[in-house]
């Protein structure tokens, strides 16, 4: 392509379907660091965007400000994924015999993570829909404690909307980073290694990804609470602790 | 940047530069497309509405291929205008049974749900076909989906008869509602299938991931039904009930009533 076709169909880099198709420019990325760069900014300008309309609808929920805070949150979450977990995943491959530099991984991970946005925002209008189906949040019940009768209708659909997004949020990142499997088989001597490199990943990208999710929540917010950027209080335990305690009831 | 790192081509494959690459016919060994691709060819005649219905139901390949050529913008919009005429006559026969306002709001809801849950479900159609390596663009996407909703609307012209029979004969709600359930789901199995074997030659290799959008479709379709209730019975305040629910809740409330 000349550079004047280049500069006529600048929107082709950025068609999503070719993204989720995720093959020919990530392999070619992969060989050649001048494309990284090019390639790098489009990964990061699709979770920015994709990201934050799904996040938008995340949060709608609860209410417009909400919304706003979601999506400013969604985008660093996945940002923050890849900036947490890149380092050990990076050595994670070597040692299981598939050397791959940072700048790779790097790469990798925000290509999986672009696809997972991307798969996200295509589902946001149906989960809009049924947000828009669910009853809103009672504004009677704001500052409330939650164990209160009257919260108990919002919250239970908060927590219908809570399983349904993570659910959501779950298929897009597990398609996403698997979406990842076509070029590591490229770059790995066996299937089998390449395998276990993208098992090992999608185990550390899940842990890390449930922790920073805890930390950057609320993305719906209880409907007792006003409508927040952070909870502080999170900060002073984490999800698994969380999920323990709920489980055990402790 | 060359052709060498990026991608010349559209998702098509159309080389950007230049004409579309010819459409080759699938080989008569990809089994997935003996059967449905045997009319892979362009229609006969033009692209009006009763040759694209008559198509639709006897060799749809045909339309697949109309949709990936020059031709796919006549076909989507005889396909449009058949999901009105279906989707309103079945609403038509629906709104039989309470009479009154739902002889015109049945017809009404319904073509209008039909159109909003497609649209709705378009871009993860795209994204879902683009996630198995498929490369529609997203015309083409827009043209598999109409023949997808123009299927079910014709199947559901179909049981029309039959349904007008049991709304003559039943004061049962819930009954009507199952049945009209049943025939739904009926319709949307047999567009699956044409979906599915349609993306299949169009791609030319199988899709899978269509199957999880297909469920995405039908759940859609029955939150919109719960959505623009009542389409059934009497309206008791106004055109819609106004109250939210999830279309499972809904039905349960009814059948305990």
């Known amino acids: 392509m000349t550079s004047k076709q280049e500069r006529r169909f600048w929107w082709i880099d950025l068609d999503p379907g070719a993204l989720c198709r995720a093959g020919q420019f990530l392999d070619v990325a992969v060989d050649n660091p001048a494309t990284q760069v090019r390639i790098l ?13 799904y996040g938008a609808v995340f949060g709608v929920w609860r209410s417009p400000e909400q919304a706003v805070y979601a999506a400013l949150k969604l985008p660093l979450l996945l940002f923050a994924v890849v900036l947490a977990s890149s380092v050990v995943n990076t050595m994670l491959a070597q040692v299981l015999d598939v050397p791959l530099s940072l700048a790779t991984v790097s790469l990798m991970m925000l290509t999986g993570m672009a696809v997972a946005s991307v798969v996200m925002a295509s589902l946001a209008p149906v989960v809009f829909f049924f947000t828009l189906q669910m009853p ?115 | 940047m060359n052709d060498e790192t990026i991608d010349s081509t559209n998702c098509s494959g159309d080389d950007v530069t230049g004409a579309p690459p010819p459409i080759s016919a699938p080989a008569a060994d990809e089994d997935f497309s003996i059967g449905f691709g045997k009319a892979y060819h362009a229609l006969s005649d033009n692209c009006g509405l009763t040759t694209v219905v008559e198509a639709l139901l006897k060799y749809p390949a045909a339309l697949v291929y109309e949709i990936e050529q020059d031709r796919r913008w006549p076909v989507i919009l005889a396909l449009v205008v058949a999901i009105c005429g279906c989707m309103a006559t079945y609403g038509l026969v629906m709104g039989t049974f309470a009479g009154g306002v739902q002889y015109w709001a049945a017809p009404l809801k319904v073509v209008v749900g039909t159109f909003i849950s497609a649209i709705l479900c378009l871009p993860s159609l795209y994204i879902f076909n683009s996630l198995s390596g498929g490369r529609m663009t997203l015309p083409q996407t827009t043209g598999l989906l109409a023949l997808f909703v123009a299927l079910i609307g014709l199947l559901e012209v179909g049981f029309a008869p039959i349904i007008w029979i049991f709304a003559q004969s039943t004061n049962g709600v819930v009954f009507m509602g199952f049945l009209h ?67 499972m809740t809904h039905w349960f409330s009814c059948m305990q009533r």
């Open chain 2, 181 to 247: 359930l049943t025939c739904w789901i009926v319709g949307w199995l047999f567009g699956v299938k044409l979906l599915l074997a349609a993306s299949t030659l169009v791609n030319r290799r199988p899709v899978t991931l269509l199957r999880v959008w297909s469920v995405l479709f039908l759940v859609v379709t029955l939150q919109m039904s719960t959505a623009l209730r009542p389409l059934i019975a009497v309206p008791a305040n106004g055109l819609l009930d106004g109250s939210k629910l999830f279309f």
């Open chain 1, 41 to 53: 900014s489009r990964m990061c300008l699709t979770i920015a965007v994709c990201a934050a309309l």
């Open chain 1, 136 to 250: 809103p949040p009672d504004p009677a019940v704001v500052g409330l404690p939650t164990a209160h009768p009257a919260v108990g209708p919002s919250l239970r659909i908060f927590r219908q909307l809570l399983v349904m997004h993570i659910a959501i949020i779950g298929f897009a990142g597990i398609t996403g980073n698997l979406r990842l499997y076509a070029t590591l088989r490229k770059l790995a001597p066996s299937a089998s290694l390449a395998r276990r490199v993208m098992v090992a990943w999608l185990i550390v990208s899940g842990f890390v990804g449930c922790e920073l999710s805890w930390l950057f929540s609320p993305f719906i917010c209880k409907p007792n609470y006003p409508p927040h950027l952070i909870t502080r209080t999170y900060w002073e335990g984490n999800f698994y602790e969380h999920l323990y305690h709920a489980l055990t009831g402790g």
